[in-house]
């Protein structure tokens, strides 16, 4: 059998277990989407989103991209945000990083990744750059990740707070909450890092008169 055939083999156990303890759970769900969450999290398959919070299917809307990064020219996280955020009316939206990731690894050394991935990881460069201070009195490397991994998140909660999305839903609806939060490989515990409360005020720049 090969790998790809053993995914589908498993889906339809997975499928008639489901249905053997809920006989209306697929009914169910085909009709119903209402997260109230949205989860902007790592590529990284040692991270699943509903596996590791113990939702279900239908409870978390989910994105994930390499280091969990909330860039304003990624129209692919604009477009889950605004759905997210307008349509769904998700009342959090949750930043999740690792502890041991890689891509946050990555970033802080001087290694070409070629062009597209350059291009991603100057993104947590530049949160290495702004913390720079913190982050070099620490010796030790995994401690020096570790804390570079919670900066990041919480530059990227900032980032989501700067999005006219967020700022528009803020002044219509003061929602969604932001958080922002670190999973451990080590021991399958969720830190959170950083909050940030519906309407918080911030740069003024980027809060806006009306909409």
């Not at 997260?35 to 990284?44: A, R, T, V, Y």
């Not at 040692?46 to 919070?53: K, L």
Request: with cysteine; hydrophobic share 40%; proline share 3%.
């Amino acid at each position: 059998m090969k790998a790809y055939e053993k995914l589908l083999l498993e889906n339809k156990g997975w499928a008639a277990e489901k249905v053997e303890a809920d006989p209306e759970f697929f009914d169910r769900l085909a009709h119903l989407q209402t997260p109230e969450f949205l989860w902007i999290g790592c590529s990284d398959s040692r991270v699943p989103a509903n596996e590791i919070t113990g939702t279900q299917p239908g409870e978390i809307f989910v994105h994930r991209n390499i280091a969990n990064l909330v860039i304003n020219t990624d129209v692919n996280l604009l477009s889950v945000l605004e759905y997210a955020v307008v349509h769904l009316k998700v009342r959090h939206v949750i930043v999740c990083g690792h502890y041991g990731c890689g891509g946050v690894k990555a970033a802080t050394t001087t290694t070409d990744y070629k062009q597209v991935l350059n291009m991603w990881l100057r993104n947590i460069k530049d949160v290495y750059r702004l913390h720079r201070d913190e982050l070099d009195t620490i010796k030790d490397e995994e401690l020096r990740l570790n804390r570079l991994t919670e900066l990041n998140v919480q530059e990227q909660v900032m980032n989501l707070a700067k999005t006219s999305i967020i700022q528009k839903a803020w002044a219509e609806r003061q929602a969604p909450h932001l958080h922002g939060w670190v999973y451990g490989l080590k021991d399958g515990i969720i830190k959170p890092v950083f909050e940030m409360e519906a309407c918080t005020h911030i740069d003024p720049l980027y809060e806006y008169d009306k909409f």
